[in-house]
């Protein structure tokens, strides 16, 4: 009687010139990426930031991933293409912008949030509606390297109740723009649609002053973990999740 073996390969070879495609092993090509200008970190991504995908960054308020968005998005510019802020808590500082190296006549910086007078009124989650409105519809119209969508003042239960589907639907719109979609969130809630994850977390906190002399969140450190990357080339070459250290500086620290 035949092994499972000798019958498996029976098969196999009997279908090989019928059904190629479903007996050859494809090889994963790499993503395009781009470079988000922080050595350490484009070595620890295999390159940058993936085209054409979903990348999430995640973690609690003051962990440094609004820095890091903002230095990748500066490379993106410098490099001369354009890219897309939506600002769902109204929470970007232009001036920090320009500080970070981003060239601002490139970046449209949309912002979903009500007038003042009518934000107690509001809901948060009609604000984050619109602002995935808006992303599927800059998305679709193409033209930008990156799209980032900063909902890291919103509550995640009101990210979790994002339905499975839209995630799905912005994942395959990347896909077919050729645009980096960067979701900065307080906590993961993309899940396998995201094809890169990054958690964002405080390392170290400098002190109020030494001897009178440094300033308040001068030279802050950052750890950014990536804790997965499906654009690697091949199972065999994934890196295990990795730490870097992101420093960031104060606007103020430069005018000194």
């Not at 230095?71 to 490099?79: L, N, P």
Request: hydrophobic letters at 45%.
């Amino acid at each position: 009687m035949a092994s499972a073996a000798q019958i498996r390969l029976q098969v196999e070879s009997t279908l090989a010139n019928r059904v190629p495609a479903a007996l050859t092993l494809k090889i994963k090509e790499a993503a395009e990426v781009l470079p988000t200008g922080i050595a350490a970190i484009d070595a620890a991504l295999s390159g940058g930031i993936p085209r054409g995908c979903i990348t999430e960054i995640s973690g609690a308020a003051s962990t440094g991933k609004t820095s890091f968005a903002l230095a990748a998005v500066a490379a993106i510019t410098q490099s001369g293409a354009a890219c897309a802020w939506v600002d769902v808590s109204d929470s970007l500082s232009p001036e920090s912008a320009a500080a970070a190296g981003i060239v601002l006549k490139r970046l449209l910086w949309l912002r979903t949030v009500p007038e003042r007078k009518q934000r107690v009124t509001s809901k948060p989650w009609s604000h984050l509606e619109q602002a995935l409105k808006a992303t599927d519809l800059l998305l679709q119209a193409g033209g930008f390297a990156a799209i980032v969508l900063d909902m890291s003042d919103v509550f995640p239960k009101h990210v979790t109740r994002i339905p499975l589907a839209t995630w799905y639907r912005l994942r395959l719109a990347a896909e077919q723009a050729r645009t980096a979609l960067i979701f900065l969130t307080q906590s993961p809630c993309v899940g396998s649609c995201a094809a890169l994850s990054l958690r964002a977390e405080q390392s170290s906190v400098m002190p109020f002053s030494v001897d009178k002399e440094t300033a308040l969140f001068e030279g802050q450190q950052y750890d950014l973990v990536r804790e997965r990357n499906r654009n690697e080339v091949s199972a065999v070459f994934k890196k295990p999740a990795a730490r870097v250290e992101l420093n960031t500086e104060t606007l103020w620290t430069r005018a000194r």
